[in-house]
């Protein structure tokens, strides 16, 4: 299966502002899924991103809040916008490899 | 619409004794099926998967999960808990169609008591 760097690990960010987080994978893959998961809830899916396109948004998930960029088949990220206190969350980056899903390590995010 | 179900928000077994953390799906088609399990800090870790064949699927740390179809369900089993079992386990469904990633279920806290 495929290894996954996520960073940062961890963040704690002002209101207002925006925050890059990154994903890196040890092989070329040609999804890859970011994932919000909010205090004490599930994962929600945010988008679908394909290298050489523009990232497929789950409903509530808008491009302006949530770019995501795909620059080549082992990298992308995802930007938080214009944070509030509500972003608060955990993101997670995954790839899908030979049917089976794998998550890197999450990026808790802390807005005040 | 596909959704996933955990009933249980949380699981308490006596260490030693089996302990089963239920999941029900619904779907159009037919789907993936998944387990994972997340510590506290800690990503997603894959427990197991049921794609297709054999309804009984063993997966790590002894766990294993049996398909039923016409119950919709995918529960997940071990027939001896242990402390360290204690976590955050999620059921999710991939059902096919294109680009989509994966829906989960809400999470069951599974409690192993000593």
């Known amino acids: 299966s495929a290894v996954i760097s996520q960073k940062p690990s961890r963040d704690i960010c002002q209101r207002g502002t925006s925050l890059t987080i990154q994903c890196q994978v040890d092989?070329?893959?040609?999804?890859m899924f970011w994932y919000r998961q909010q205090p004490g809830q599930s994962l929600t899916l945010i988008a679908t991103a394909n290298q050489g396109s523009e990232a497929t948004y789950e409903s509530g998930f808008v491009i302006d809040k949530f770019p995501i960029s795909r620059p080549n088949l082992t990298f992308s990220t995802l930007t938080v916008s214009n944070m509030s206190p509500e972003d608060s969350s955990i993101y997670l980056c995954s790839v899908e490899v030979s049917g089976g899903y794998t998550f890197g390590s999450g990026t808790r995010l802390t807005v005040v | 619409a596909q959704s996933v179900a955990q009933p249980e928000d949380q699981v308490n077994v006596a260490e030693g004794n089996p302990l089963t953390v239920k999941c029900t799906y619904s779907?159009?088609?037919?789907?993936?099926l998944f387990w994972y399990v997340q510590y506290p800090n800690r990503g997603l870790q894959f427990l197991l998967k049921y794609i297709t064949g054999d309804n009984l699927v063993k997966g790590s740390y002894g766990f294993e999960a049996e398909f039923n179809k016409s119950q919709t369900s995918f529960h997940l089993k071990k027939p001896s808990a242990l402390v360290s079992d204690s976590a955050l386990y999620f059921c999710?469904?991939?059902?096919?169609?294109?680009?989509?990633?994966?829906?989960f279920g809400k999470g069951t806290h599974l409690i192993i008591q000593p």
């Open positions: 092989s070329q893959v040609t999804m």
């Open positions: 779907v159009s088609g037919n789907p993936y």
């Open positions: 999710a469904m991939y059902s096919g169609g294109g680009a989509d990633g994966l829906t």
